[in-house]
C-alpha cells in the first residue's frame, strides 16, 4: 500500500471518529435544548390553558386548542405529579392523509372548575426534528467536503512534496553494481529528502567501491596465479621429456598435473566469471544452435558409448545473438554436467526448439537443495573433476541475456531448462 | 627453426626454450621489449613468441614493429593477460596465434609447427610419419596412400601426437587440444581414452604401425617402438 493511501486511510479513520462524536453531541445538545424549550412553553400554556378551560361549558377527552392538543380526564383526587414525554400522535395531513407525528406531550393534575382532572398537553416536535435533520445534514456536508479536500491536498502533497523522494526511489530502483555508476540525486529542499539522498550516494559509493576491490582481487589472484601456473604445468612437461621414468615417478608426476590443471581451470572459470560479470565479451553474433550442439555431440559419442549412455537429440533450428565463446561455454557447461552426473547405462537428452533448451539426463537424485545449485562452488559430487563453477557461470550467461534457467527433476531424472526470452 | 621468446618470467623463459631446444629449435631468449626489439631488427627468425606483459612495455608494440619491418615471421602472443581485448588487438596487428597461459608445451608445439608449416611456402605442406600422411590443409589422412576417415577429434588428435612425437604428452593437455580454449566439456579421462582407442583402431586396420603407447596413467607417447 503506498504511503499517501495509508495515511489517507488514517485521516479518513480519525475524522469519521471526530465527526461521529461532533455529530453525536450536536445531536443529543440539540435535543436537549429544544425539548427544554418545548418543556418551558408547555408549562407556560398551563396558567393559559387553566383560564380557557374554565370558560368551557363541558370539557371534552380530546380537545384542539391553540396548536395544540388538549386531553382530559377525570381522577380521583388531584396530586402534584407531572411529567414530559415524547410520544406520536395520528396526525391529519393537509392531503387528508394520516401521518405519525411527534409531539412533546405534558401530563399534570389540576381541578378545573373544582373537579379533579388529569390534563395533558401535545405539542407538535415536527418543527424541532426538522431542525436537527437541517443541522446533522449541513455537518455531514461538511464531512464529505472536509474529505474530498484531504484527498486533493495529499495528491497535490504526493506530486509536489514527496516528488523528489520517488527520484530517488527510482534511481534506486535503476541502479545495479555491475553498471559501475553510482547513482547522482538532485538537490532536494526538504532536509530529510537531501539527508535520505546523501546518504544513499554513500552507501552506493562505497558499495561500488568494495565490490570493485573484490572483483579487482578476483582479476589480479586469477592473473597473478596464471604464470606460476604456467611454470608449474612446463615444469612437468620438461620431466615428461627426460628419458624413461619409474612407475613410481609416474604416477607422481600424473597427480601433479592433474592437480595443476585442475588449478588451471578453475582460475579460467574464476576470470571468466568476472569478465562476464563487467561485460568484458566479445561482440555478440548470431549463432546457430544447432550445427554447434551437433558438433559438440560428434566429440561425445565415443565416450557416451564407453559408459552405454544413450543418447537422444531433438533439434528444431534455433540461432542466438550471444558471442560464440558464451554459447560454447554455455553448452560445454549443460551437456558436460549432464553427462558428468550421469549414469552408466543411463540416458542423455537435448531438445532444442523455438523458446527453449531442455537437456535432460539421468542420474542419481541431488544432495542439496535445487536452488543451491547454481552458487558457485557449490559442488554436487565431491569429486575431481567437478569445480563448482560450470552452473554458476551457466547463471551468470542466462542472466546476461536474459534466459530463464531452470531445474527441474522427477523420477531419477534431471532437467536444466533454458527458456530463451 | 629460429625461434625468439620474449619472456620476463626467468623460469618460464628457461622451460620453454629447454623444452624447445631439445626438439632440434635454436632459441634465443630475453626479458624485455628493449632486447626484443634490438634482436628482431638485426636477426631473422622463423617464430616469435611474444608475452604481452613485458616490464619495460607491451608485447603488443613489438607486433607492430615487426609489422612495419615486413618480418616475415610467425608471432605467437604467449600471455597471461587474456582479456579479449588484448587477444582481438593482438590478432588484428598481425600475430598468428593466441596462446593464454598457463599451456602446455606441447600444445605451444604444436602451435609453432602450424604456424611454420603455414609459413614456409617451399617447406613441407604435409606432415608425414612413416606410412602416414596428413595434409593439415585440407584435414585429410593417408595410411600407405589410402585415405582414412577419421572425426574431428581423432584429427586433431592425431596432429597433436604428430606435433610431439616421441615424448610423453600428459591426458590433461591431450584434454585440453581437443576442447579447445573452454575446456570442461572433455575433463573426463573416459572421453579422451575414447578417442585415443578409436583413432588407434582405425589406423591398425588401415595397416599403420601401432605407435600410441599409454605411459602409465600419465598420458600417451606417439613413438616408433
Redesign the interface.
Known sequence: MKLLNRTSRYYLFFSLLIFAIIGLALFFALRYTLDHSTDDSLEHTRPALARELLQLKELEPTMYIMDEIVEVRPILQVSDREFFRDTTIMVVEDNGALEPEPFRKYTYEELVDGKPYQVSISLSTVENEDLIRTLLLVVLGGLLLFLLAINLLNRYLSRELWRPFYQTLAQIKDFSIQKDKAPSFSHSDTTEFEDLNRSVEGMTGQLIKEYNTLRRFTENAS?EL??P??????????L??EGERS?QD??I??QV??A??RL??LN??L?LLT?IERG???EAEWIDLNPLIE??L???V??L???GISLHRELAPRSVRMPL?LA??LL??L??NA??HNVDGGDLSIRLADDFLVIENTGPPLRQAPELLFERFRKESKSA?S?GL?LAIVREICDKYNYNLRYTSEAGRHRMTVAFG | MKILLIED?P??AA??S??LA?DGHLVESVGTLNDALDKSSVYEYDCILVDIGLPDGSGLDIIRQLKADHQRAGIIIVS??????DR?TGLDLGADDYL???????ELNARIRAIYRRKSFAGERVIEFGEITVNPTEQAVTVNSQPIKL???EYSLLEYFLANPN???????V??H???D???????I??I???V??LRKKLLEAGAGDYIRS?????YKWAKT
Not at chain 1, 601456473?229 to 620438461?238: S, T
Not at chain 2, 605411459?215 to 598420458?219: C, D, P
Request: aromatic share 6%.
Open positions: 592473473h596464471q604464470t601456473l604456467a611454470i608449474i604445468r612446463n615444469q612437468i612437461d620438461l615428461l621429456r612407475e609416474y604416477n608426476i600424473q598435473s592433474e595443476v590443471s588451471g581451470k579460467q572459470s576470470l569478465k568484458q565479451v566479445p558438433r559438440k560428434e566429440q561425445l565415443p565416450g558409448e564407453a559408459r565463446m560454447d561455454i560445454n557447461n551437456i558436460g553427462i558428468r573433476e569445480l560450470g | 618470467e623460469s618460464l622451460s620453454i629447454g623444452y631439445a597471461a593477460k587474456d582479456s579479449i581485448d582481438i593464454p597461459k598457463p599451456f602446455h608445451l606441447a572425426t574431428r577429434s615424448r610423453v604428452i600428459t591426458k590433461e593437455s584434454a585440453e581437443l576442447s579447445g573452454d575446456a570442461d566439456l572433455l575433463d573426463k573416459d572421453f581414452y575414447s578417442h582407442k578409436n605411459v602409465y596413467g600419465v598420458g
